[in-house]
T-cell receptor, first 112, second 111 residues
Framework: NAGVMQNPRHLVRRRGQEARLRCSPMKGHSHVYWYRQLPEEGLKFMVYLQKENIIDESGMPKERFSAEFPKEGPSILRIQQVVRGDSAAYFC??????????FGPGTRLTVL | DAKTTQPTSMDCAEGRAANLPCNHSTISGNEYVYWYRQIHSQGPQYIIH???NNETNEMASLIITEDRKSSTLILPHATLRDTAVYYC????????????FGAGTILRVKS
């Protein structure tokens, strides 16, 4: 059973471009969480999704950030018009019906 | 979720037991104690969780005091690969309950 997959692992964008981060949960997992880790800081919750629904987006910045988890395919975290402050590691976690979350390897976004 | 307090850092000799403490004096009756770790630049890894009984799995043991105000994560035979940041998280177990990470304890295992 493959673990949580995230791609790309490293992403470089120039200021003003869009970043799209993908997360494929573990097989059978229908809950997806996104967390962000800024340099030298702790992990912060961003958003929780179930298939086709955003359940909790209390940690998402109000502008430029969006997330989706379609019926088919991976969950996508989209950052529009990236700025240098968006440079961070973005981690996705998935869970089955239970509460334990299993994390992917992360996507490291660098904004030039 | 209740607040937790952990030491900033700890050292442990390779092959010895690593005992990582966590204080959670305001824990509620329905809150579990979870432990995760993050090895440098990797995604957090689930270790163990418990409510009030001591728990053991292939990675570690979790000892929770009778009053549940503190707990200790024990890595019985630490190796260099156990060097990581260890997070103690107290949370209600329910769907969609996000993990709230503190600063954690930096454990350095030395040869």
């Amino acid at each position: 059973n493959a673990g949580v997959m995230q791609n790309p692992r490293h992403l470089v964008r120039r200021r003003g471009q869009e970043a799209r981060l993908r997360c494929s949960p573990m097989k059978g997992h229908s809950h997806v969480y996104w967390y962000r880790q800024l340099p030298e800081e702790g992990l912060k919750f961003m958003v929780y999704l179930q298939k086709e629904n955003i359940i909790d987006e209390s940690g998402m910045p109000k502008e430029r950030f969006s997330a989706e988890f379609p019926k088919e395919g991976p969950s996508i975290l989209r950052i529009q018009q990236v700025v240098r402050g968006d440079s961070a590691a973005y981690f996705c976690a998935s869970s089955p019906t239970g509460p334990s979350q299993f994390f992917g390897p992360g996507t490291r976004l660098t904004v030039l | 979720d209740a607040k937790t307090t952990q030491p900033t850092s700890m050292d442990c000799a390779e092959g010895r037991a690593a005992n990582l403490p966590c204080n959670h004096s305001t824990i509620s009756g329905n809150e579990y104690v979870y432990w995760y770790r993050q090895i440098h630049s990797q995604g957090p890894q689930y270790i163990i969780h418990g409510l009030k009984n001591n728990e053991t799995n292939e990675m570690a043991s979790l000892i929770i005091t009778e009053d549940r105000k503190s707990s200790t994560l024990i890595l019985p035979h630490a190796t260099l690969r156990d060097t990581a940041v260890y997070y103690c998280i107290v949370r209600v177990v329910e769907y969609g309950n996000k993990l709230v990470f503190g600063a954690g304890t930096i454990l350095r295992v030395k040869s």
